[in-house]
């Protein structure tokens, strides 16, 4: 089959990758170059877990996990470190205890700590009095923009033709193609001015603060959704960032501001939390989040031969390959 897919960020490379792989005639289309830093998936780290309080997401990662090691395999080079991951909240927190119902149902291997525990095992982390965290051996970091360029190789060695500088303006473009995916992000909309789904664009902000982690964990504070990393090894100092969305963004829109009010933000919560990072903010980066009103991720057909995909509101990056996997199957089959 003849298959055209618009965008080749997380998904879009994942589905070229797949589908060349299967034999099929692919042609990739990006506005900007691969890997670029204007839409959702540049950067060096994103976190992958099973630990979600909601169980479908806890199951649908175990089929995500086996498509990442292979991907690694397949790449050749370090794409997922698997550094376990830390989840804390006051004990009784109700997404801390779905964290633990998820994992419970869906039989993943996890660890409560109390703030003795972590005080000993994990002594940069300050859990506040009558906080709880959980520990999950399977979560780690992605490195984001490593995948996508690895995926986009991995397409073209089996035969994909990428074009990158090459905006799609509109549908009827790719009427030759038998299946078109798209794939688009945070320009999702542009491509069905007819059937727009309800998105909004945020910019969201990383800030690396100076100091160390050395083989630690990734983190989440499921109450107040700050969540950080260890050391990547390629940006000096430690990232953390928010997972609340900010205000809505143009994304035509040619410049990612950063602000020193969300450096402040993020260090005043290590000051309470991580107190041995900081004062100097090493690194910042802006990114876009896409997010639909519940969170969740779009899948859809809107039109015979399309697949409209997009793996957003700020948590998609650890699916995006089976997504990508998903919409390669659902236009062959
Ligand atoms: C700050 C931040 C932190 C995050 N943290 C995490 C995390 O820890 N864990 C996690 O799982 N997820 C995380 N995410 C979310 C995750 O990164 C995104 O969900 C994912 O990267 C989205 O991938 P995508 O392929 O849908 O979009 P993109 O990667 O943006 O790809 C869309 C592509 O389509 C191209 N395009 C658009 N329109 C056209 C057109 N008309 N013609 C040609 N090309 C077009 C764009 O240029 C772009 O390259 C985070 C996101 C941000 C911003």
Redesign the pocket.
């Known amino acids: 089959m003849r298959v055209a897919v618009?965008?080749?960020?997380?998904?879009?490379s994942a589905a070229c990758r797949f589908l060349a792989e299967a034999g099929h005639t692919v042609i990739g289309?990006?506005?900007?170059t691969i890997g670029?830093a204007?839409?959702?998936?540049h950067g060096e780290s994103?976190?992958?877990r099973y630990v979600y309080p909601e169980a479908h997401y806890t199951k649908l990662m175990s089929q995500a996990y086996p498509l990442w090691d292979a991907l690694e395999q397949a790449a050749g080079e370090e794409l997922f470190v698997r550094c376990g991951g830390l989840f804390f909240a006051p004990k009784d927190h109700p997404e801390l205890t779905s964290m633990q119902q998820a994992l419970e149902v869906n039989g993943i291997a996890h660890t409560l700590l109390g703030p003795e525990e972590i005080a000993e095992r994990y002594p940069a982390l300050v859990l506040a009095q009558g906080e709880a965290a959980i520990w999950q051996s399977d979560a780690g970091l992605l490195r984001?923009g490593a995948i996508v360029r690895a995926q986009a190789r991995l397409a073209q060695n089996a035969g994909a033709e990428l074009r990158e500088s090459?905006?799609?303006g509109s549908l009827e473009e790719l009427s030759g193609f038998d299946h078109v995916i798209v794939?688009?992000?945070?320009?999702a909309n542009?491509?069905f001015p007819e059937q727009p789904l309800s998105l909004t664009v945020t910019r969201?902000q990383?800030t690396y603060l100076s100091g160390e982690l050395p083989d630690y964990p990734i983190w989440i504070d499921a109450e107040s959704y700050w969540?950080g990393f260890p050391g990547d090894g390629r940006i000096a100092g430690v990232k953390l960032?928010r997972h609340i969305p900010q205000v809505p963004f143009d994304p035509n829109q040619q410049d990612r501001p950063t602000l020193a009010s969300d450096d402040d933000a993020a260090l005043a919560y290590a000051a309470a939390h991580f107190p041995s990072l900081g004062p100097d903010v090493t690194h910042h980066a802006s990114?876009?989040?896409t997010n639909t009103p519940d969170e969740s991720f779009v899948f859809d057909h809107p039109r015979p031969k399309i697949t409209r995909i997009?793996?957003?509101s700020?948590?998609?990056?650890?699916?995006?390959i089976l997504m990508g996997r998903l919409a390669a199957e659902a236009a062959t089959k």
Request: hydrophobic share 45%.
């Open positions: 618009v965008g080749i960020g997380a998904v879009g289309f990006e506005r900007f670029h204007l839409g959702s998936s994103r976190i992958i984001a090459t905006v799609i794939c688009a992000g945070a320009w542009t491509l969201q990383v969540y960032a990114c876009l989040y997009s793996a957003c700020g948590h998609g990056f650890k699916f995006s």
